[in-house]
């Protein structure tokens, strides 16, 4: 290989490295990647930079806008209360939920459809006493199945429209990837009501006890000096049989006392660390004798009313850092009470926690915590225990005829799709569904500067050569199967790439890969860039290959080998449809 390929290769490992064990931001990894090749020379100014000046990256600033309206009408709530209702088989309300999910997330950023739909699937399975575990994923998983109905379903099919531009190709037409996307859609969202049932298991619902394995709450209560519980046992403090909690340790004048016998005594000053559920952990903050080790925090929040919210940690400043050092209470306005993390209990106190993407927090703050963070990295979630009320229910008329008005106008060609873009994002502001900060707040920076950033490191892995070697390779694994076995290859290592790193840098690295594959096979590039653009969306097999995933992994307090139970099966079939109907609809 060429050395400005051997070193793009070095940088490519590298930047997976960091992206899968979190070291940085995304957008950090991605933009350090890419300047790194500008100082070594594998790429020209022009090549690092051409995604600034890329549409991809603004399409998809002005449709995080329209989708930010969207739930600013809080229109989901109503509908998944539609859904659930009449209905009481496990695979009925599935059926009910998942392909009205799909069909709206051809329409509506993905990201922003789960961030909308998850609270009220919450606060409906708890009236309901059924367990959100049977629910969060597969909401998940089909909205990432309806995202690849559509161009505009999600920012990794915008992102390889803008690569397609940048290549000197015709980018992506809005409808250009349904005689493929919505089969597997379909196929998808029913293989997942069939099997999800039977294959996810039950991590509890707000009903069960702390044996039944629900999502588990970490929290810490001071035994009040001169309260009803100084001086009297565990037992004769009402604590050893808590329902949906449990005590775990005390620790005393730096000592920690673990297990807890019912009979130990329990003086003023005593700390205490309870495991439960997210309910009870809430009630606990009323019993009296014991006060929130938090107290401080509390006591030092604004007045007036407040409220108790799950905020799921994101990839801002939150994670890697502890309460103490991000200073929660000053920065965020609330108070941290517990601490949930997937499959794990937590014995530091809550302020030297070190944070980890997917955190779930249990805060005290005002009523309008949620409307400051919602929009922020620094969460990937923001919801009331309550759920969702619906913010601006008046909009919802105005708001669905500015999205439809740009389904209709890029659909038929009126207007580009960019053009159309910015068209629906001035609506919003025009008709004041979103003011000018809310509409500021909905742009996610970090994923515009990492699509940005990525079309650099693409340029580099297709003009330092690696590009090429990487097709060769491929095609030689491959050659006894022809076309149809290199297509088969590309999508088989997106998948896996997907599964390591962001979909959007996946669809950026295998993007230059599957043209130079497609050339050396002799085939039109046009399937392999179709597969490429599916496969980088189409990921089930891990919370981390898809920010979807990431949302849900904590809040339906499931393990990290869940996704695999549904996402190996659901992973194959698409792998199987892709190669079926690709040749059919776009010959190779």
Known sequence: MDPQAWITLGVVVALVIVMVRELVRPAVAMLGATMLLLLVGTVTADEAFAGFSNEAPFVIAALLIVARAVDAAGIMQPIVGFLFSGVSSPRALLARLLFPVAGLS????????????????????ARRALSPSRFLVPVSFAAVLGGVITTVGTSTNLTVSGLLSEAGMEPLTVFELTPVGLPIAVAGVLLVVLTASRLLPDRGTVRDDLAGAGRDFTVAMEVARGGLIDGRSVEEAGLRHLQGVFLVEIQRSGKAIAPVAPEEVLSGGDLLTFVGRVDQ???????????????????????????????????GDLAGSTLRQVGFRARYGGAVLAIHRAGQRLDAKLGEVRLRLGDTLLVLADTAFRSRWRDHDDF????????????????????????????????FGVLPILQSAILAALLVLATRTLTVRQARDAIDLNLVVLIAAAFGLGAA????????????????LMEPFGAIGALAAVIVTTVIVTELMSNNAA???????????????????RPFVIAVTLSASLSFLSPIGYQTNMMVYALGGYRFTDFARVGVPLTLTCIVLQLLIIPMAFPL
């Open 106 to 125: 051809a329409l509506v950023n993905n990201t922003t459809l789960v961030a909308m739909t998850v609270p009220a699937v919450m606060d409906i399975s």
């Open 507 to 525: 669809a950026v690295l295998i993007f230059p890969v599957a043209l130079a594959t497609a050339t050396a096979v002799g085939a039109d590039p």
């Open 380 to 411: 990937l979630l923001v919801a009331p225990l309550a759920g969702i009320p619906p913010t601006q229910p008046q909009k919802v008329l105005t708001v669905s005829l500015i999205g439809g008005g740009f389904i209709l106008l890029t659909a």
């Open 281 to 315: 952990i809430v009630d606990l903050q009323r019993t009296r004798g014991l006060a929130s080790s938090e107290n401080r925090q509390i006591d030092a929040l604004a007045g007036g009313a407040h409220a108790f919210f799950e905020a799921v940690v994101g990839a």
């Open 461 to 476: 892995v297709e003009s330092s050569g690696l590009a090429a070697v990487g097709a060769d390779v491929l095609t030689g």
